[in-house]
């Protein structure tokens, strides 16, 4: 219910937007109450909800009493069948009742699984579908059952089932999995970023406006920072150093400098706890996360995001994209100032593999589930927990 209601939240902001610029340009604002549009915003989607809600709940009276539902068999008893078979029977409201599963595998027959029989092999399951008038009919077999599946489809149709194919996808590690559409033909990504369409403007919308004021906020400690910067220590106020942006293009990412070396090249050591390149002044900016202001500029540019996985050093990139698996993957979205593996407490020096491994887990979190709710509860974690940090050194 969740996922369905943030759905329709989602779908009704841009309508509001889109709404309120063009009230805003026409100049007739002052003809609606604030209150009444405020109202409208909050109230429209929840009663669309509460009638989603209402219409399930009939749904399921209906379906409890027999009425309204249908029936299905599943080929294929293997992982995948399994999981198709929880799905169904943890959403009764759908109404299908499973009436077995039909596979090869002899040590299978006869057993039940998830409360359901396995009631003979593939070459049994058209005539029981006839028998029985089945509506449904799911094929569950792995993709190197190729032949099974073409020649179990071509015999459905003697039938009046309907069929459908349920692709064994689970195989590959997803993200962000969907179908699409490519002139009228069906293909399914495996791996895409959540930020496209619509969603890529709301991302960029928020960047901007929390960059905007952040950046208005914090001037003049930025200033302050920088003549502290300047007068502790010799060298530059800004540290750029290279790190890869977006689709892995390389970009150039600022700081306050906070050590004596300005280290970018093909090798960089982290900075470890007592490590005396760090200037006591770098020391203070550093544990407190406000070496990292300048970043908000890097916002502005569009080469970060105020929220996303953090980027790494370009040496330090090419090493572990070696030794993590998908963990290129992290730059299907902008990299970001804060993101979910700081506010969890993975934040700091990486001295073992183990560590950068929980980054990424918490980085393909985030790109998974992203939603602009999700960032902002982020950026409130920030805020309360997340400027000091006993590993940042």
């Known amino acids: ?39 409208w915003f909050v109230l429209a989607p929840l009663a669309v909800i509460a009638l989603h809600m209402a219409a399930r709940f009939i749904l399921r009276l209906l379906r409890r009493n027999g009425r309204n539902s249908r029936t299905a068999v599943i080929a294929g008893a293997g992982d995948l069948g399994r999981k198709l078979s929880e799905r169904i029977s943890d959403s009764t409201w759908t109404g299908i009742r499973i009436h077995g599963f039909f ?7 006869g057993k039940i699984i998830n409360g359901v029989e396995v009631l003979g092999s593939l070459k049994k399951l058209v005539s029981y579908v006839q028998e029985n008038q089945i509506d449904f009919v799911y094929i569950t077999l792995p993709l190197r059952s190729e032949n099974k599946m073409r020649s179990l489809f071509d015999e459905l149709q003697d039938t009046t089932a309907s069929v459908y194919m349920v692709p064994d996808i689970f195989v590959f590690e997803m993200l962000n999995a969907r179908f699409q559409d490519i002139a009228g033909m069906p293909v399914i990504s495996l791996c895409e970023t959540p930020l496209t369409g619509p969603f890529g403007l709301f991302k960029k919308i928020e960047d901007m406006v929390l960059a905007i004021v952040i950046l208005t906020l914090v001037s003049p400690l930025m200033l302050l920072i920088a003549v502290g910067v300047k007068i502790s220590s010799p060298g530059p106020v800004i540290f750029k150093q290279r790190r890869y942006g977006l689709n892995g293009d390389e970009i150039k990412v600022y700081k306050f400098r906070s050590m004596t070396v300005c280290e970018d090249g093909d090798q960089i050591c982290q900075a470890q706890k007592g490590d005396n390149r760090v200037t006591p002044f770098g020391a203070f900016l550093r544990r407190t996360s406000l070496d990292e202001l300048p970043q908000f500029i890097n916002v502005l540019q569009g080469r970060m995001s105020v929220v996303g996985p953090r980027p790494h050093a370009l040496a330090h990139n090419e090493e572990y994209r070696k030794l993590i698996k998908g963990y290129m993957l992290r730059h299907k979205v902008k990299p970001g100032i804060t993101g979910l593996a700081q506010v969890n407490g993975w934040r700091g020096e990486t001295d073992t593999l183990g560590k950068v491994e929980k980054r990424v887990e918490f980085d393909m979190i985030y790109i998974r589930d992203w939603s602009i709710l999700l960032d902002l509860k982020i950026i409130m974690q920030t805020v309360i927990y997340g400027f000091i940090n006993k590993n940042a050194y």
């Open 1 to 39: 219910m969740y996922s369905e209601a943030r759905a329709i939240f989602l779908a009704w902001t841009p309508v509001v937007i889109a709404l309120l610029t063009l009230s805003w340009t026409l100049k007739i604002t002052d003809t609606y109450s604030r209150l009444a549009v405020g109202c």
């Open 103 to 109: 596979d090869d595998d002899p040590h299978k027959q």
